[in-house]
């Protein structure tokens, strides 16, 4: 592969899922086997993972600074354990600070959080991408004004950290107005919204 890393977006599954076993586990097991696959074809090229979470909504962005980062059990009605499950990855100040560079440099206001956790959006793939929790691991918060041009101009800042050894993963879901994604109520307008989204046009 080349020296320039791929980005991808991550549906990030139910919850704490990778944490649980039976029926509501085996739900994922799609998702589950292509973390493998994007392991296996990344190798040993990242130094490190910068996850974009759907779950972590600050005006302005927000970037998490901690060197070794708490969690987020940011979800409810799961077994009590899952309240107590850690993800030991250790966080990357370093990191943080090129990502607060590189949009402040574009004129897009951040500030560094070294006291944020891990949330369910970043810990349930990075569990299966990257079981043994070495991996130095940042999270950037995304706006929750959610305008496109905004989002897509802080894309294009992130762009060179793809040459700097640096695998970036949007963590979240294209449709996830929960109210409505747990029923048939949401089928309808989730088509619809995915169909928009691999529009080439």
């Not at 130094?47 to 909504?57: F, K, M, P, Q």
């Not at 966080?91 to 560094?112: D, F, H, Y």
Request: net charge negative; glycine share 12%.
């Amino acid at each position: 592969m080349s020296t320039r890393l791929p980005t991808y977006f991550l549906s990030h599954g139910g919850g704490p899922w990778p944490y649980l076993e039976g029926d509501f586990r085996r739900a994922f097991d799609r998702l589950e086997q292509s973390l493998h696959d994007i392991r296996r074809e990344l190798g040993n090229a990242p130094r490190a993972v910068l996850v974009i979470s759907g779950h972590w909504e600050v005006k302005g962005f927000a970037i998490s600074s901690g060197a070794q980062p708490g969690m987020v059990y940011d979800y409810s009605g799961f077994p009590e354990h899952t309240y107590r499950i850690r993800y030991e990855a250790p966080g990357s100040p370093e990191l943080a600070g090129r990502v607060w560079t590189l949009l402040s440099g574009g004129s897009i206001q951040a500030r560094l959080d070294p006291q944020r956790g891990y949330d369910h959006g970043t810990f349930s793939i990075m569990k299966p991408l990257y079981p043994e929790e070495k991996m130095p691991l940042v999270q950037l918060s995304v706006d929750p004004g959610y305008d496109p041009e905004l989002h897509l101009k802080l894309g294009r800042l992130l762009a060179p950290l793809r040459d700097e050894g640096v695998l970036i993963i949007g963590s979240g879901a294209s449709y996830h107005n929960l109210r409505e994604a747990m029923g048939s109520k949401g089928i309808e307008p989730s088509r619809v919204f995915d169909t928009w989204l691999q529009d080439p046009c």
